[in-house]
């Protein structure tokens, strides 16, 4: 796994309360959690402010969506602006419920992703194909021409985390095997060789999300090109500890 820091993403999505998240608070301050893991929350955007509060230091917290000016006439949008003026210092853009559900493109994504790196932030910046996708043998394509578009307006990688999250795998308790992770891990890898620079395919961590579980973790990270996870609705739960310490 070269050199890169293993990472370990919570996205919280739309759940959650301060109760809830003081819940959370409380199992990932007992641990024990891997130290040489980096780990970060993504709070709803209301509790952005309470989770950095809460939240030891050594946690990251994410906001889960930002737009891609940093002020302006958006009812309702948050810029990274006000993300990091709240102490945050990351932000998930691109899940697959913001292309699906709210129609956001391959280039809104990637303006999203230059204005939130230019503003200091980093980024968890994620693709996946659908389920209809992978069947008709559509992966590559997919992925690849979502990549590309981060890829044709991000200039610098350091900040950037890629999140290959294939959607028929989201909350639906089925999980890409091993094996398919893995392969589409070491594509991705190769076409950010070929495409932006080795130096940028060696670096950039790529993780893999979709129904992670304590139960296959270990499992998923034996091929050696997974670099971590987005969670889901495992990171609201005590076994994200188990998930934090794969490596461990």
């Known amino acids: 796994m070269a050199n890169r820091k293993f990472f370990v993403g919570g996205n919280w999505k739309m759940n959650g309360d301060k109760k809830g998240i003081d819940g959370i ?3 990932l301050s007992a641990g024990p959690i891997d130290s040489s893991a980096e780990v970060v929350c993504g709070a709803p955007q209301c509790y952005l402010d309470y989770a950095r509060q ?3 230091a050594n946690f990251g917290v994410a906001a889960q969506n930002c737009y891609k000016v940093s002020k302006g006439a958006f009812t309702g949008e948050i810029s990274p602006a006000m993300i990091k003026d ?6 998930i853009l691109g ?3 913001r292309r699906s559900i709210f129609g956001e493109s391959d280039e809104i994504v990637a303006d999203k992703c230059v204005h939130a790196l230019e503003e200091g932030l980093s980024v968890i910046a994620c ?3 659908k389920l209809e996708e992978r069947e008709s043998g559509q992966t590559e394509t997919v992925v690849f021409r979502q990549t590309k578009a981060i890829a044709d307006k991000v200039k610098d990688w350091d900040k950037v985390v890629l999140a290959y999250e294939p959607v028929w795998a989201i909350g639906t308790g089925k999980t890409a095997s091993p094996e398919q992770a893995q392969e589409v891990h070491v594509k991705l890898r190769e076409w950010l060789k070929t495409n932006v620079s080795a130096a940028v395919a060696e670096k950039t961590r790529i993780i893999y999300g979709g129904s992670v579980t304590a139960g296959n973790c270990k499992d998923l990270v034996k091929g050696g090109d997974i670099d971590g996870f987005l969670v889901g609705g495992a990171s609201l739960k005590p076994e994200f ?3 934090i310490n794969t490596k461990m």
């Open 25 to 27: 608070v409380e199992f």
């Open 54 to 56: 809460k939240l030891p």
């Open 86 to 91: 709240l102490g945050c210092e990351w932000v």
């Open 95 to 97: 899940h697959s419920e």
């Open 127 to 129: 693709i996946g194909e």
């Open 241 to 243: 500890i188990q998930i």
